[in-house]
């Protein structure tokens, strides 16, 4: 993702809130597990 613009990293689409979301530096080991945008929206997940 180096030497990336902000504007042309890849974006998911969040199964709960249904918000588009952004790679982010933290997420750079496993993008490709990353399904919710947010804890909140994981626990939600879980619990409905």
Not at 15 to 32: I, N, Y
């Amino acid at each position: 993702m180096r030497g990336v613009k902000k504007g042309n990293l890849p974006e998911k689409i969040c199964p709960v809130c249904g918000r588009s979301f952004r790679w982010r530096k933290k997420w750079e080991r496993d993008w490709e597990s990353v399904v919710y945008c947010s804890a909140r929206c994981r626990k939600e997940a879980r619990s409905g």
